[in-house]
């Protein structure tokens, strides 16, 4: 089963906020600093819809699910004259609260007693927000505390001398105020404490909306990302942070905590991203991602939607909440494997752009731009856009998609009408910065993969870095959600989509069945199934052993014949087998044989060279190499090594040496002829060789992904009858596949046969003489050590402190030595050397005259 | 006689349009000297 | 126009002299495109920023219109603009330039 993280709810929100729209509204707010007498002030407000009216508009209604993007494209433009027949307040996915609800909520999400209503308000906010069921008792009750609420009187000095923001309901009716947390700190003011809290309710709506749509209990949420466009925090961390988990208190998520991602409009799509990536990693079950609304952009066109007599049609804040879990087999998952990006050596052209976040992951996962059915880029709804001159946004985005394809020659350029019909929805979501971006289409997704209607979708994000005046950069991710190939439960998924027998494709059928443990790959069980694929395709069958208990699975499927050989990234060799790995060379891509070991070839670094080099003629001549040429990598070792195989060549083992192409020559085999591949056979340690696999098997990706060559080889050693392959965690598929197809071969030629008669003539010509003769002379070295025997013991309760530790074992037998006997202990102070009271002096002095203490 | 050549040229880009440092690329080439760039976002 | 961005218009043809300096646009719309140009010609005609009753005239053009793009070179104009060529509605876009600079440009040769 691919382990893709699922979305498995979400959940979307709109409150009507006609009073904000001149209060906060940026436009407003910096027309009333320019021209506070403008006719564009006194217009504004006639231009203001009701709730209802705002509850009826079309998009809105596809906004929280109640009505389809479909449904909406479908609707004669414009939509701002149009009602949707049965509308409703309560969504699929989430609500349409009112000015006053909304008001209240920011009330209950404050917890630095700031906001306060005037008390006839509050009791009727609170009787409101009782049906709607989102708060406890306990926070209802808030609503109407003492502390919570002040007389108009008190509340209107408060904005006239205190700096308080006030909160309006019928253009100049002031029900509440919020109070500055700070009287010197910008950062705590009263405008923006409203900004922060309008963030925080309608991000808490949201998250209370995710639970109760989805049957989600709040406590089984680990992470909360909040990806809105605020910042809060005082003047000495005036970004700090923590929108996420600050919501998800007020939401009652008990047991999540949560961080904040910013990214201008991108931040959905970033927070997306990093939300599939903690879950597919494991780190976390249930994410949740989630943004609050902004006052800032209510009204934002209003200048030109006054102007053209239409109503104000920025008059909501909005926000969103969306579940990632582990996978269910149910809900679509996100490929965390396909994900594009807009880097910083982009560029910004629009081209470069859609070809970074749209282009290159397309190409890279092989698919078509016909193969996603559904690209939802910045959703903004036409009515309000199009009549600001700033255009169909969603719909010029469509036509990039379709341009680029047109570029790349996927289709015709009289194709494009048609692309973005086929592949674009019309827009509907607010333009709140941050929430069109994409998500918006994740609730109908979540529908259409399960009704069958969509198999693929790209989500793209894209922020305006610039605002910021950091950058002139632009920035934007995106990513691919794919219907869940499980189609109804767990189970299913794990018997029937978790292929795991690959058998042999084409007409070479070699007959050969290879057993393939994954256990700890970092490329994941998708990877695995890949290079099982390849190695079909080459006339192999194989089989994947997957799960905790791959290795058994291996050894069972060894043990009984199924399989005759295996490949695994790890194991346990006895001591004396080699392993000889293949690679291929970058100067002429010749292959060669690294004749190294993954395990112990020998205890001593010569005998262990020696063992490497027949066990790489075993190799090299069972994969098909007649007279494999051996050279000697120019290591520590390496001359005592050739000399013992010369002396094997005369003793006749027939041994081709390889002279190195450097001009001296050699069977010393430099840097050089390991790009060159000059030997056929390259012997080596077992670190020496295990760097140059890596190396040599990862040169053309840059590290982490093990693209070329046949892996670390298989173990070799005499007597040794199994036939297991090495590959690494870092493996890619080619790198596996290689690895099998080695085995197959080493199975075709006998390896076996050519071990025994490889290791029969080696011991014919006196291998066993020319190993015990490094081994005597290393035995020699040890006696002359064992030759310090011990006095007769005494009884031994004096000590000596001040030795070093590592010298300890050596000083108590200089003592023996010289016929005192000694013992080493730990005092409490550090390591010590006992010895008998009349012997202290005497050994003092050995001790001093060998340079042990001072 | 040509618009661009040394003349000042102020860039007033457009996100969901040409960007500013696209245009700044194509005016470089006419022999404008760029004297601001910007870009507008609407949404 | 953005606010700073009509100081910023000012200012440079301030320094520069107004008939030294031309305005490049990349707007999605032949609307915006219009309201831009009105702005750096006749004044910001939101009456919100510096520009509210400066007639600069400058000259303006969008970066999509031939009579600049042939000064461009073509293989850059085809990496930056190219696709989005493909996107906008060219000629509603110059109709609409064109009126703006027929009323309002001081300084066509």
Request: charged share 25%; net charge negative; proline share 4%.
């Amino acid at each position: 089963m691919n382990n893709f993280p699922v979305i498995k709810g979400s959940s979307y929100v709109l409150a009507f906020t006609p009073d904000m729209i001149m209060h906060s509204g940026t436009t407003q707010t910096t027309e009333k600093v320019v021209n506070p007498d403008s006719e564009y002030l006194r217009e504004l407000p006639k231009h203001y819809r009701t709730y209802e009216e705002v509850v009826s508009y079309i998009p809105n209604q596809v906004y929280i699910g109640n009505a389809t993007y479909d449904d909406l494209g479908n609707t004669p433009f414009p939509f701002y004259d149009k009602k949707w027949e049965n509308a409703k307040s309560d969504g699929a996915f989430g609500s349409i609260v009112d000015e006053e609800e909304f008001y209240g909520t920011m009330h209950i999400s404050d917890v630095f007693e700031l906001v306060l209503f005037e008390p006839e308000f509050a009791k009727r906010v609170k009787e409101k927000l009782e049906k709607r069921k989102f708060f406890t008792e306990a926070q209802l009750e808030k609503l109407i505390a003492d502390k919570s609420t002040a007389s108009r009187e008190e509340l209107e000095r408060l904005v006239n001398e205190e700096h308080a923001e006030g909160l309006y309901i019928n253009l100049t009716e002031l029900v509440g105020v919020i109070k500055r947390a700070h009287d010197v700190d910008v950062n705590l003011s009263a405008h923006v404490m409203l900004e922060n809290l309008v963030a925080k309710a309608s991000n808490v709506i949201a998250l209370i909306e995710l639970v109760k749509k989805n049957n989600i209990k709040p406590e089984d949420i680990d992470y909360v990302i909040d990806c809105c466009e605020e910042a809060c925090g005082d003047m000495n961390q005036r970004g700090g942070g923590n929108f996420a988990k600050a919501s998800a208190e007020t939401a009652g998520y008990t047991n999540a905590t949560g961080s904040d991602i910013r990214g201008f409009c991108a931040g959905p799509a970033h927070a997306m991203i990093h939300a599939a990536s903690l879950v597919h990693s494991g780190t976390f079950k249930n994410v949740v991602v989630s943004g609050g609304g902004c006052t800032a952009k209510l009204g934002m066109n209003g200048k030109d939607h006054v102007k053209k007599g239409l109503p104000v049609l920025e008059d909501c804040v909005a926000s969103f909440a969306i579940l990632v879990s582990e996978n269910d087999g149910i809900h679509p998952v996100i490929r965390t494997d396909i994900v594009g990006s807009h880097k910083i050596g982009t560029g910004s052209a629009p081209q470069m752009v859609i070809t970074a976040l749209v282009g290159e992951p397309l190409t890279r996962a092989g698919l078509k731009f016909t193969d996603i059915d559904k690209y939802a880029p910045e959703l903004q709804n036409p009515d309000i856009t199009k009549p600001a001159g700033a255009g169909d946004v969603p719909e010029a985005n469509y036509k990039m998609i379709a341009a680029l394809a047109v570029m790349k020659k996927e289709i015709e350029r009289s194709q494009i009408a048609d692309f973005v019909k086929k592949h674009g929805m019309t827009g509907w979501a607010p333009t709140q910065g941050h929430i069109p971006s994409g998500v918006p289409y994740l609730g109908h997704l979540i529908k259409e993969c399960l009704d069958k209607k969509t198999k693929r979708a790209m989500i793209v994000g894209k922020g305006s870095l610039f605002l910021g005046r950091l950058t002139n950069l632009f920035d934007g991710v995106s990513f691919i959600v794919e219907a869940n190939e499980g189609s109804g439960s767990v189970e299913h998924d794990i018997e029937s989509s978790n292929e795991t027998v690959f058998k042999a494709k084409g007409t070479s059928t070699k007959g050969i069945n290879v057993a393939y443990a994954l256990e700890g790959s970092e490329h994941g069980s998708q990877e695995a199934r890949l290079a099982l694929k390849i190695a079909a395709s080459k006339g192999i069958d194989t089989v994947l052993c997957d799960g905790a208990d791959a290795h058994s699975q291996m050894e069972k499927l060894l043990g009984s014949g199924e399989a005759q050989a295996a490949v695994t990234m790890h194991y346990p060799f006895p001591i004396g087998v080699s392993t000889v790995g293949k690679v291929i060379t970058p100067a002429k891509g010749k292959p060669m044989y690294i004749a190294n070991t993954t395990g112990t070839s020998d205890t001593d670094r010569v005998a262990a060279l020696v063992k490497n080099a027949i066990a790489g003629i075993i190799a090299a001549k069972a994969d098909g190499v007649e007279r494999p040429t051996v050279g000697i990598a120019n290591i520590d070792g390496a001359r005592a090594c050739a000399k013992i195989l010369r002396t094997l060549k005369d003793n006749g083992y027939d041994i081709e040496f390889a002279d190195s192409a450097r001009a001296d020559g050699g069977v010393e085999m430099r840097g050089n002829d390991l790009l060159m591949g000059s030997c056929d056979v390259m012997v080596m340690d077992a670190l020496t060789g295990n760097l140059m696999m890596k190396l040599f098997s990862s040169y053309t990706t840059g590290g982490q992904y093990e693209s070329v060559g046949y892996g670390y080889g298989p173990g070799i050693g005499e007597g040794y009858d199994k036939l297991i392959m090495i590959v690494s965690r870092a493996s890619g598929a080619p790198v596996v596949a290689g690895a099998v197809e080695y085995a197959a071969n080493l199975i075709a030629n006998d390896w076996k046969a050519i071990a025994k008669a490889e290791y029969a003539a080696a011991h014919k010509a006196g291998l066993d003489a020319l190993l015990s003769e490094i081994s005597s002379a290393k035995k020699a070295d040890v006696e002359e050590e064992a030759e310090v025997v011990a006095p007769p013991k005494e009884v031994c309760t004096e000590a000596i402190a001040g030795i070093e530790v590592m010298d300890l074992e050596d000083a108590v037998k200089t003592l023996w030595k010289a016929g005192v006997y000694a013992e080493s202990g730990m005092g409490c102070t550090g390591p010590i050397i006992q010895i008998a009271p009349a012997r202290l002096e005497q050994s003092m002095d050995i001790l001093r005259k060998a340079g042990y203490i001072e | 006689m040509a618009i661009l050549k040394d003349k000042y040229v102020v860039v007033i880009g457009d996100r969901d349009g040409v960007p500013g440092p696209a245009i700044e690329e194509c005016a470089k080439t006419a022999g404008a000297n760029i004297a601001y760039s910007s870009t507008e976002c609407f949404v | 126009m953005d606010l700073e961005n009509q100081k910023r218009v000012l200012n440079i043809s301030e320094e520069h002299g107004a008939e030294n300096v031309v305005i490049l646009l990349g707007a999605a719309e032949a609307e915006a495109s219009g309201l831009a140009a009105e702005t750096v010609t006749a004044g910001d005609p939101t009456f919100a920023g510096p520009l509210t009753g400066v007639q600069l005239g400058l000259t303006v053009y969008h970066i999509c219109e031939d009579e600049v793009k042939s000064e461009v070179d073509p293989s850059v104009y085809e990496e930056q603009v190219g696709m989005m060529e493909m996107v906008m509605d060219v000629d509603s876009i110059h109709e609409e330039m064109e009126n703006i600079r027929k009323e309002y440009c001081k300084y066509l040769g």
